[in-house]
């Protein structure tokens, strides 16, 4: 045994700005050397009720956003292929041939 002290060992403490863990973290390594997550509350009936319909609301939301951008993704692309030709009338130099790729 050596009668040195051991070196102190640097870390760094570090909290979550999402869910508040608290990480200590190992300066060298960059290892987790311990995590603290914090308590969660018991929740009520009437809570957990509540937020299961909202839950449900976004997903209805969500799926509903989806369907509107697919309804509207053809005139989308019908328009973005008008402004193509537009800028491809415009041009001069010609439209590069598949045999100058080489």
């Known amino acids: 045994m050596s009668d040195r002290p051991a070196p102190e060992e640097k ?12 990480l ?20 009520t009936w009437d809570g957990a009720v509540a937020a299961g319909k909202r839950q449900q609301e976004d997903a209805v939301r969500q799926f509903e956003q989806g369907i509107e951008r697919q309804l509207n993704a053809d005139e989308l692309l019908e328009k973005k292929f008008r402004e193509a030709l537009k800028r491809a009338d415009k ?7 598949i045999f100058d790729l080489d």
Do not use: N
């Open 91 to 97: 041009s001069d130099s010609p439209p590069p041939r």
């Open 24 to 43: 200590t973290v190992d300066a060298a390594s960059g290892a987790i050397l311990f995590e603290e997550r914090p308590k969660r509350r018991s929740q």
């Open 11 to 22: 870390t760094h403490e570090i909290s979550c700005p999402c869910c508040a863990t608290k």
